[in-house]
């Protein structure tokens, strides 16, 4: 297959073309390389996907949208991953504007390059955040999922909802994910576990928020690889028959079904560093939740898979990772 990855060089878009491309699959990449967190660590990632002659790179950003038109009708993809976004919670209340621009518009621009060029299949990447003030768990697709608490998680939701619609109209068959709390090697440094990480590594503090009342379904990235992998092959069917609409579309939670607490989950890297960490314990941040926590019967239903890395076994492997890469 011929297989277009949005935002490659991010987190989980390196591994899963690394994945694909040990799958023999012709991998096409683009990214904007923007400065959201360290650009090298994005070109350090690249740098290993261009040792394989199956991988094409191109910069270009989602809301160029002349260029995202020429580049599908050139390349006549397959199946479209569409990874790229503006990410983060708390950087939405300081950037709305980036969300609106990559989230919606640029979301926007690749729902029309695969409606105009016969893509047979879209997978899309929504998030855990749009359960919001959500307090049922574990979360479900089938959840009301109307109270978004971030700007972010409302630019989720309304990538699932303008899925839908295309799904809908065109005949397009559309994929969501739900990522619950993605870490591991090549992680991304905005992220809680990467900022705990290096704050011990320079023998500088952490902040603890919520006072460390907090618990996520943390989920390893080899395990969220390996699902897109199976839902690549796996085009959803059309809805229901409760519901009227004609939309081959389908959302799944991607977690690990199995919350831990956050002071559970500084200890463990704490351990994995041979160091303790000096603690700012604080209140909660504004648009943070307390807990996720994935329903995942869909997904093994489906493709016959669960994400199953522990907590313990994913942390030693990322401290491995960021020792052997920053020292």
Known sequence: MKILITGVAGFIG???AEELLLESEQIYGIDNLNSYYDVSLKKARLSQLNLNSNFK?????LIDSLGISQLFQQEKFDCVVHLAAQAGVRYSLENPQAY???NLIGFTNILEACRHNQIKHLIFASSSSVYGA???VP???SDNVDHPISLYAATK???ELMAH???HLYNLPITGLRFFTVYGTWGRPDMAYFKFAKAIDQNKSIDVYNYGKMQRDFTYIDDVVEAIARLIHKSPQKMSANINSNACYKI???GNNKPVGLLRFIQLIESAMGKKAEKNFLPMQPGDVTATYADVDDLIRDIGFKPSTSIEEGIERFVQWYQGYYH
């Open 157 to 159: 939701k309304a990538n």
């Open 134 to 136: 959500n307090i049922k």
């Open 252 to 254: 799944y939670n991607i």
């Open 139 to 141: 979360f479900s697709v």
């Open 165 to 167: 619609s295309y799904s």
């Open 14 to 16: 390196y591994h899963l």
């Open 100 to 102: 609106i621009d990559s």
């Open 57 to 61: 790179f191109q910069y270009l950003d």
